[in-house]
């Protein structure tokens, strides 16, 4: 009866109690509670599965790609820098090859994008992108990006930077006809070299799950800058300080049978030749057909009041959307830069008996 009466008063003690009670009588109870409430804590760190190891880093000759990717882009931030010094100072460029090409494009309306200074821009773009390359080779530069953000963020830059370079290459061939820029070639290798990297980097094989990604930041990238340079023209350096008077240069060379006959023909199909007098292209031109054929081709001169601060292109060429000069129109064919007699002849479908005469 005691043992019943001592049970029954302890089971009807109030918890804090009942707890005690329990650990006086019940060491049992103490030992598998211990055990218990062991096993129901929630695992630490070092006991949770770890995660599956990252794919090791893609490398080109031995080098990681994102080294090559921070190197190349090293490169291209510093010539960026150069000529967004130059641009900002307006300071002259220093052109080793080429003489005064580089300055004739960093100081053309193509040198500004949305206002904006493209060397400023490039210079942006390449930091980021050396940032980023930085960031992919373990370095913590910009947390909160794993490795599939970075090297998607890396593709789609070098896709943008390889598109604006393919377009600028195609208005210096179009635009400045006959000028070099070192620096724009420059930097088109070093765009061209960063995607090529970056597709080593994401592999042909993956690289399919993207293209339609890359289309689409490449056709918005051509239509930004197409719709930014939609009103830009090419003027001589410095023009809007100085007005160049037109003037006339003599046409020295005598005509061939050949070019007086080329001459006649272009005239009778309506053909015509685009020019500007400052043009050293269009006199070259003009030496090729000589003084006899000249008077007899079908010459515009593009700038007859002059060039410079308040002069204008004439209506008549700028109604045809001329992309440098000299321009030829034959049968509705547009044909940029000085052309061999020859090939004038055959664009125009011209067959002559006379031949060719250098």
Excluded at 104 to 131: E, K
């Amino acid at each position: 009866m005691a043992t019943i009466s001592a049970a029954l008063s302890i089971s009807f003690l109030p918890p804090p109690t009942r707890r005690a009670a329990s650990t006086t009588f019940s060491p049992r109870i103490i030992k598998r509670a211990a055990r218990f409430w062991c096993c129901a804590e929630p695992p630490s760190p070092e006991q949770e599965t770890p995660a599956p190891p990252s794919p090791p880093p893609s490398s080109l000759w031995g080098v990681s790609t994102s080294a090559w990717t921070a190197g190349v882009a090293g490169l291209g931030l510093l010539e960026t820098g150069y000529l967004s010094y130059l641009k900002l100072t307006g300071s002259e460029a220093f052109c080793p090859v080429g003489g005064g090409g580089c300055g004739d494009v960093l100081d053309s309306d193509y040198s500004v994008v949305f206002g904006i200074p493209l060397p400023l821009v490039g210079m942006l773009a390449y930091g980021l992108v050396a940032a980023l390359s930085l960031q992919e080779n373990s370095e913590e530069l910009l947390p909160g990006l794993d490795d599939l953000d970075i090297r998607l963020t890396l593709l789609l830059l070098a896709t943008s930077l390889a598109t604006a370079s393919a377009y600028f290459l195609f208005i210096l061939n179009t635009k400045f006809v006959g000028t070099s820029c070192v620096y724009c070639l420059s930097s088109a290798f070093i765009s061209f070299t960063l995607f090529f990297i970056r597709i080593k980097d994401i592999g042909l094989a993956r690289i399919q799950k993207f293209v339609g990604l890359q289309l689409a930041v490449a056709v918005i990238v051509a239509l930004s800058l197409t719709n930014s340079y939609s009103s830009a023209t090419t003027q001589l350096k410095g023009t809007d300080d100085f007005v160049l008077e037109p003037y006339k240069i003599e046409i020295t060379a005598e005509s061939t049978p050949f070019a007086i006959s080329l001459a006649k023909h272009l005239h009778s199909i309506g053909a015509k030749m685009y020019g500007a007098f400052w043009c050293s292209h269009c006199n070259d031109q003009k030496q090729m057909f000589g003084r006899e054929a000249m008077e007899v081709l079908d010459y515009v001169e593009c700038f007859p009041n002059g060039a410079g601060k308040g002069k204008k292109m004439a209506n008549e060429c700028a109604a045809t959307g001329l992309e440098g000069f000299p321009t030829w129109i034959i049968n509705g064919k547009l044909l940029s830069g000085d052309k061999e007699l020859s090939v004038l002849a055959e664009e125009s479908g011209f067959v002559s008996e006379v031949p060719e005469q250098s």
